[in-house]
């Protein structure tokens, strides 16, 4: 089993609720509400660790922490051929490549 403080959370003020909102990015349908920040963030590790038993306990995988996963550095993009034309122009504009000035852009 995955340790539940391994995943990748995030807290914010909901004015709506009157409360703060913490959520996980590896469990978009789970959440957890607290009257602070801290009681948000241990609530929601709470609640991956109970969904990471039932998940073993079903023999189903996981997902892995984003911290755990290997990503190779390609990221394909499909744009629309005027944008891909614009892109380009502005590429040989500055002197360097599309990968070198879209990659600068993220």
């Known amino acids: ?21 913490a959520s996980t990015l590896e469990f978009p349908s789970l ?4 009257d602070t920040q801290d ?7 709470d609640v991956v660790r109970e969904a990471l038993e039932i998940l073993e306990g ?14 190779s550095g390609h990221l394909s993009l499909r744009i629309p051929p005027e944008e891909h034309r614009r892109v380009a122009m502005e590429a040989a504009e500055a002197g360097v490549s599309i990968n070198q000035l879209v990659a600068a852009r993220i």
């Not at 009681?39 to 590790?45: D, F, I, P, S, T």
């Not at 996981?62 to 996963?69: D, I, Q, T």
């Open 1 to 21: 089993m995955h340790d539940p403080r391994a995943y990748t959370y995030r807290v914010f003020r909901s004015e709506a609720d009157g409360c703060f909102v």
């Open 31 to 34: 959440s957890c509400l607290g």
């Open 39 to 45: 009681e948000a963030l241990h609530g929601m590790v």
């Open 58 to 71: 079903e023999g189903r995988e996981a997902p892995l922490p984003m911290g755990s996963r290997r990503y």
